[in-house]
């Protein structure tokens, strides 16, 4: 199957506190129409500068070297507007925190509606629905009440489901989540993860799912990446890098989840 994200010898080079670091160093990978990549590692692998690199959200300070090809057009070094025709239309993205892309000041229904008509147009009370509506497949109980809330109003679960539907509104065909589930408790964990393979095999939308966890990729990915220090450790078919994995790293991390787990 042609891969629908493909990104080549990916280096990142950013500001540090004595001179510049590179942060991602050589690092490949592909996504598959409909797939999910987990993207693992500890904090500082460099995991969530792949992702800004590949989604143009980095700062000019800095340095992206490498190819990054999206649906066959190449994104590397690609202007702030080729990104505005993709992001929210055929990239989607869910952030760590919830607040840092809801607007405090806004209804959560209204900012949705926004984001739909930013892209498909029509009137308010089209944008509407279909804001409900997604706030609706995304989980939220009563959602035409719930969609007259205000961001502080919804739990931090509730948040981060309604981030969720504001990427899938526009029914991209790629969504970035990074780190969708940190301080969530686990059993809000387990649903956010189940709603993004849910909202896969529903929709046909292809998934990265970037996170420290490597127990949250085993039920929820179909091919892992593990990060070690801005370099590929090992990658491969889930179920196969649990069960045998090829690098001393993951060894490692699977022994010290089997461990915290006993």
Not at 129 to 152: C, E
Not at 208 to 222: E, I, K, R, Y
Not at 227 to 232: D, L, N, P, Y
Request: aromatic share 4%; no cysteine; glycine share 10%.
């Amino acid at each position: 199957m042609t891969a629908l994200l493909e990104v080549r010898d990916l280096e990142v080079t950013v500001p540090g506190r004595s001179g510049e670091v590179r942060a991602v160093r050589g690092l490949s990978f592909e996504v598959r129409p409909g797939e999910v990549l987990a993207i693992v590692g500890e904090s500082g692998a460099g995991k969530t500068l792949t992702v800004q690199a590949v989604l143009g959200l980095l700062g000019s300070a800095a340095v992206v070297r490498g190819s990054v090809r999206f649906d066959g057009q190449e994104l590397a070094g690609a202007s702030q507007s080729s990104y505005r025709g993709l992001r929210g239309r055929r990239l989607g993205f869910v952030p760590q925190d919830a607040l840092s892309v809801l607007s405090p000041i806004h209804r959560v229904g209204d900012q949705l509606a926004i984001a739909v008509r930013s892209v498909q147009g029509g009137g308010r009370k089209a944008a509407w629905d279909v804001a409900v509506r997604a706030l609706d497949q995304v989980g939220i109980p009563d959602a035409g009440r719930r969609a007259r809330a205000y961001p502080h109003e919804f739990s931090g679960g509730m948040r981060q489901r309604a981030v969720i539907a504001m990427a899938m509104i526009n029914e991209p065909e790629l969504i970035f989540a990074d780190e969708p589930t940190t301080a969530l408790d686990p059993r809000i964990q387990a649903q956010i993860l189940a709603l993004l393979t849910r909202l896969r095999d529903e929709s046909g939308t292809a998934v990265v799912l970037v996170t420290h966890d490597l127990a949250a990729v085993a039920g929820s990915a179909d091919r892992v990446l593990i990060m070690q220090a801005g370099r590929e450790a090992e990658s491969g078919p889930v179920d196969r890098v649990l069960s045998a994995p090829r690098s001393p790293y993951t060894a490692g991390l699977i022994a010290s989840l089997r461990e915290l787990y006993r």
